[in-house]
DNA sequence: GAATCAATTTGTCCAGGACAAAAGGTGGCG
DNA sequence: CGCCACCTTTTGTCCTGGACAAATTGATTC
């Protein structure tokens, strides 16, 4: 494939950055960014340093700025914005450069010394501080590689897959078995799976019966699974690059048909900044409160 | 959440049957159907029967038919259609009476004895016995129960998990290590991954290297890691549901830029009906077939 | 049977208008 | 000072109807 393809199509535009076609009409009509070229069927052609921008501006929108502020920065000055948001640094150095040198690994694609090497540090540390001081720090990592380029697709898939088998190796290992009974899953649109192990992780380590329905449910099929399984907490994990609005709403619509007596919980990165508090769901911002609010729980529902 | 909601916003029908708003548009212009109804804006409100019709009309399209042809039948000859073109049946008669006791506990939304009785049969028949004769029968079972509304939403994701739960953990237990370097992964659009595990699973109980990168790889990024990780084969994994024809377009792009010495493989229900037969691809139809498809390539390149 | 060319089918794009929902701002009131 | 109700601006999504290129089919010839 021409990697170095300069120029795209309206559709490739849409799938590569989110923006729905009718969007990126309506912005170069009002604000005359973007402004693509035309081929000679006058169809719109996208540079790739216009799609670059529009996809900064699509992530700042998603954590709620407002085009008409951000569509006349350059694109430097959004990713500076988008950086202020997001990273800061990881402040424990032990942590850091533990999580250095796997990345490193990964960069040189050598899957399975990452492998064995994310297994012997799991041994070492046990799984709740392998989730909280290096899993949690590394994504934060790769995330912000990612934006810098430094990181390309392959790269950030094959971590996840290692991540993935390290983690569901070791929670299948875990007992659980005693209450609450938790029911994991995410948001239709939310793909990212990471979150979800690590929370369940983190509470099976408690000895919570954890049920996971992997990524994208449909609300309605949330609210049934949770009733008809008899659970008492539904857990709901939001990645970085979720649009804080839509999983304020998600939350909102759940709490309201979900009965009285099942908690609903939400984690991640994209509630982390701006915590939303919504009447009954508990955010919980750093995947270390996992076990803060699972006893909580316990106290309150186990006199 | 309404689930009897009896009527779907132009943008709820894309994104529930995957057909495009200006493809849905230009239907109803040019041959009467979808016919929706309009609310008081003049929106177009879709009755769920058209939506189930439409459903059924991008999964035959996508097979390769023509929607000419398929637009003035009804949802019952379509339903009729789609059967033929799809599942014939268990054979083994045990396979079948074992997949329908495990499919129970599934339908009774218990997940530890699903799983406990899953890592049993595992125990019992070996890896690659499990995936051929429990796992691929059962995945054809679900996917036509699917089909027929017996099986929900929650339920086809609990079964999923679980059996990448199991299927991680046994690929993970075998070692692997040796020739060839197999790199297994779906093109973009496929987010099935039970198919990929199976491949894996094959392939390392037979002592191949195998990196998964998971789901979801754009063509450009797949060929840059093929290279960059000294990889023998390519291993593609297509879903029922994924589109032939853009199988094919991806296999036969793929195949042209990635170099003459990597083998390219692609598997899968989506390839098993109209077996396509591209130039320099393996299409494996059955997953019984890629231990064969190993031994052949060993063969070949080992002298 | 294979290959070439024309006709048809089909999906995607475009322009520009309209409007509702969301967000932000303002002022009064407790 | 905080809170609520109301108004203005911003923003995204939907609409119509036209155009055309790409894919597919069918006809004709070799």
Redo the contacts between chains.
Sequence with gaps: ???QQSTFSIAAVE?DTGLPKDTLRMWERRYGFPQPERDSNDERLYPADQVDKLRLLKRLIDQGMRPGKLIMASADELARLLENHQPKGIECPAAASRCSSLIELLRL?R?DELRRALQQVLLKQGLQEFVTSTIAPMNQMIGSAWLRGEI???EE??Y??QV??IL??A??AQGGGSRPRVLL?TL?DELHVLGLLMAEAMLVSEGATC????T??????????AQ??GFDIVALSFSAAFPARQAIDGLT?LRQ?LPANISLWAGGRALAERKPGIAGVSIITDIADATGALEEWRNKNLQ
């Excluded at 049920?211 to 992997?214: K, N, Q, R, T």
């Design positions: 494939m021409q990697k799938r694609h899957a390309d697709v392959a898939h094959l996840t897959e993935q088998n569901r190796n929670i299948s899953t239709p049920v996971s329905l992997g994208q449910m449909p609300l309605a099929d949330i609210d049934a699974a008809a399984g619509a048909t």
